[in-house]
């Protein structure tokens, strides 16, 4: 699926020499991306997880764009309401009004803390000028996002991360300066693999799993001005993968743990 994605995503961008888009200016050096914020603590995608990763330090929180039924942003990592809610249903099949009356379920299922499903107009208001914007955009229109990004004043703080063709191609014309991210094939595994890839699908930022990289091609897509950002959450996700991280001179992640993550770093005098 993947594959069929990025081909066609080549055959819209063209072969032309291209200048990446910059990524959102931060403060640090290496980037921490809080995947669906801080959820260590709050439920994931809700804006006490988002407002934690401010409070945490970390560059980015990650969140999962999504439509209701009457045409709303809002963010959802799943696309039911099931796992993480007491509702169910689709969200795409649900007004803003019935999922704000929804209660966002706790790790903590002692506490008394109500979490709610937010929108994006108030991610938006949560991180001006306090921290960027990851935006995987799982289902949405995006020029009714970029619309929304202007009106807070937010072009310079988002970058998007992109899952199909079609908001490849949605997101270059609507915001042909908006830093879009790709995630590296499982198949590419040289240098000379990810020039091909890079010339062919003309990403800003580079994902994947940290694994898939060595230190040779984090090099190469630096000299490009390429930054590597990738995922580093899994199960038992610590200070031996972030050792590995920076042996291979990775500059940013996406993590489970970033308050824990910036401690490592700052251990290291990395932030």
């Not at 080549?10 to 990524?23: C, E, Q, S």
């Not at 209701?68 to 309401?81: F, Q, Y």
């Not at 914007?133 to 202007?150: E, R, S, V």
Request: hydrophobic share 40%; proline share 5%.
């Amino acid at each position: 699926m993947r594959l069929a994605i990025i081909a066609a995503i080549a055959l819209f961008a063209g072969l032309d020499a291209y200048v990446t888009n910059p990524a959102p200016v931060s403060k640090h050096k290496f980037i921490i991306a809080a995947h669906r914020g801080d959820h260590v603590v709050y439920p994931e995608n809700t804006l006490a997880a988002y407002q934690e990763a401010v409070k945490n330090e970390a560059d980015y929180v990650e969140i999962d764009l999504r439509t209701t039924k009457d045409g709303e942003l809002i963010s959802m990592h799943d696309a039911s309401v099931n796992r993480m809610t007491n509702g169910s249903g689709l969200v795409k099949d649900l007004t803003l009004a019935e999922l704000e009356h929804l209660r966002v379920k706790s790790k903590d299922t002692a506490s008394t803390e109500i979490h709610r499903i937010p929108t994006f107009k108030q991610i938006l208001k949560l991180c001006k000028n306090k921290i960027n914007i990851y935006l995987d955009f799982k289902a949405a229109d995006p020029i009714l996002a970029y619309q929304m990004i202007k009106q807070h004043g937010m072009e310079k703080q988002v970058l998007v991360y992109i899952n199909s063709t079609e908001q490849f191609e949605g997101w270059r014309k609507a915001a042909p300066k908006m830093p879009l991210m790709l995630s590296l094939p499982d198949s590419v595994k040289t240098v000379a693999g990810m020039d091909d890839f890079i010339n062919k699908y003309q990403p800003d930022i580079l994902d994947g799993t940290y694994k898939q990289y060595d230190a040779g091609m984090v090099k190469f897509a630096a000299d490009k001005n390429i930054p590597v950002w990738p995922d580093i959450q899994s199960a038992g996700e610590g200070p031996a993968d972030w050792d590995k991280a920076l042996v291979i001179g990775l500059t940013g992640l996406q993590t489970d743990h970033p308050a824990a993550l910036v401690k490592y770093l700052k251990g290291r005098g990395l932030r």
